[in-house]
């Protein structure tokens, strides 16, 4: 069975750092894209960064460019995202993502992972 399980999430001040790690099982971890979404209250889910199946090719939204860096390690079938210089707007439930796109068959396999809270506040 897909499982994406999201860790790391907490209270922090602003100006600190965390380190969110999603575990992943069930399918090749290997040869899909994997992502990192944030969704705040009364906001809609927007895309904070991703990374291609073999971790050369990443991509980030403008808010957080600079201060999150996405990796993963195939490995160990997880991905991480490190979120420094955090700030208030940082706030969310953060969410991980599996995807892969088979052209060929115009395909798209999807997974996600059940969230963890972020919380930036002094």
């Known amino acids: 069975q897909v499982q994406l399980v999201e860790s790391g999430g907490g209270l922090v001040l602003p100006g600190g750092s965390l380190r969110l790690s999603c575990a992943a099982s069930?399918?090749?971890?290997?040869?899909?894209?994997m992502s990192w979404y944030r969704q705040a209250p009364g906001k809609e889910r927007e895309l904070v960064a991703g990374?291609?199946?073999?971790?050369?090719?990443?991509t980030y939204a403008d808010s957080v460019k600079g201060r999150f860096t996405i990796s993963r390690d195939n490995g160990k079938n997880t991905v991480y995202l490190q979120m420094n210089s955090l700030i208030p707007e940082d706030t969310a439930v953060y969410y991980c993502?599996?995807?892969?796109?088979?052209?060929?068959?115009?395909?798209?396999?999807?997974?996600w992972g059940q969230g963890t809270q972020v919380t930036v506040s002094s």
């Open positions: 993502n599996a995807l892969n796109i088979v052209l060929a068959s115009v395909s798209k396999y999807e997974y």
């Open positions: 990374i291609n199946s073999e971790g050369g090719i990443t």
């Open positions: 069930g399918f090749t971890f290997s040869t899909y894209a």
